[in-house]
């Protein structure tokens, strides 16, 4: 395992959660750690991502004001804090890291993956 997803669960809408992922260090020094959401039969969706030293993040508009990309360099560990959850944000929530900052937004970019943890938003 060399990247580890974890806190998801079950919420209402409007409630907010917070994902935490587990950089591995046999991933070695990657350069940025993303987070992506596959929504029941809906293909894997860019959110955001956070350079490893923390000080740059990039995400998609529609999360603006809600999700926050942050990174804990102590613990090895990115964070996605996610509030005013909305049903639309059900799904897989993946973390994967990417040894270069370019081209964040393409999954192709990211050579490390998690497993995924599942966040259902009911309404």
């Known amino acids: 395992v060399q990247l580890q997803a974890s806190g998801g669960g079950l919420v209402q809408a409007g409630d907010s959660l917070s994902l935490s992922c587990i950089v591995f260090?046999?991933?070695?020094?990657?350069?940025?750690v993303g987070w992506f959401r596959q929504g029941p039969g809906l293909e894997r969706e860019f959110l955001g991502v956070?350079?490893?030293?923390?000080?740059?993040?990039y995400h998609i508009d529609s999360v603006k004001g809600r999700f926050t990309f942050s990174r804990d360099n102590a613990k090895n560990t990115v964070y996605l804090q996610m509030s005013s959850l909305q049903p639309d944000d059900t799904g897989v929530y993946f973390c994967?890291?990417?040894?270069?900052?370019?081209?964040?937004?393409?999954?192709?970019?990211?050579?490390?993956w998690g497993q995924g943890t599942l966040v259902t938003v009911s309404s």
């Open positions: 260090r046999d991933v070695g020094s990657p350069k940025a």
């Open positions: 956070v350079s490893w030293n923390g000080r740059r993040v």
């Open positions: 994967a890291a990417s040894m270069n900052w370019r081209m964040v937004r393409f999954a192709s970019e990211y050579k490390y």
